[in-house]
T-cell receptor, first 114, second 113 residues
């Protein structure tokens, strides 16, 4: 079974609008962490934001916020005020327990339109 | 500057040849990882190492081998036994701790002719 599911292969958003990228996860471990990465066309992976399973508040980093709904096992990334430079692949990932490797979803390709 | 260096960036190989991808980090990270990326597949874990002289298989280790003789280095060998080696390979590292993110290299694109 997939541990990380990203159901949107591709998304379009108008410049300056907000966009939500979906991520659901599957784990029975009470301790886990959720990560979002951005991959531009150049290929490097850029860390965006982290949410721990015990964190009481949703994580925010600048224009990025994580809509964490623990009961639904979802960790959606919200990008506010989209910019052309936000066009990229976005990956959701999870780490179970303290030190296991990250497991990645298949990604969502975001295209920002001027 | 601290970071992860992967080389070569692009590599072409004939079928039946082994090839080694280099990964060096100067971040003093304990753990290092190799992921493979295919179109539409996301990143899949090949091997990882949490300490020098120790490594574990990931989900798709068949046809690959690694070594971790130094903390800074984690080379990946793609052997002739790997049936479909054409892919984008990403090396990563991190400090231990549950909320520590992975830092990635720029990747190596391997094409088998």
């Amino acid at each position: 079974a997939q541990k990380i599911t990203q159901t949107q292969p591709g998304m379009f958003v108008q410049e300056k609008e907000a966009v939500t990228l979906d991520c659901t996860y599957d784990t029975s471990d009470p301790s886990y962490g959720l990560f979002w990465y951005k991959q531009p066309s150049s290929g490097e992976m850029i860390f965006l934001i982290y949410q721990g399973s015990y964190d009481q508040q949703n994580a925010t980093e600048g224009r990025y916020s994580l809509n964490f709904q623990k009961a639904r096992k979802s960790a959606n990334l919200v990008i506010s005020a989209s910019q052309l430079g936000d066009s990229a692949m976005y990956f959701c990932a999870m780490r179970e327990g303290g030190n296991t490797p990250l497991v990645f979803g298949k990604g969502t390709r975001l295209s920002v339109i001027a | 500057d601290g970071g992860i260096t992967q080389s070569p960036k692009y590599l072409f190989r004939k079928e039946g040849q082994n090839v080694t991808l280099s990964c060096e980090q100067n971040l003093n990270h304990d753990a290092m990882y190799w992921y493979r990326q295919d179109p539409g597949q996301g990143l899949r874990l090949i091997y990882y190492s949490q300490i020098v002289n120790d490594f574990q298989k990931g989900d798709i280790a068949e046809g690959y081998s690694v070594s971790r003789e130094k903390k800074e280095s984690f080379p990946l060998t793609v052997t002739s036994a790997q049936k479909n080696p054409t892919a984008f390979y990403l090396c990563a590292s991190r400090n231990t701790g549950p909320n520590r993110e992975l830092f990635f290299g720029e990747g190596s694109r391997l094409t088998v002719l």
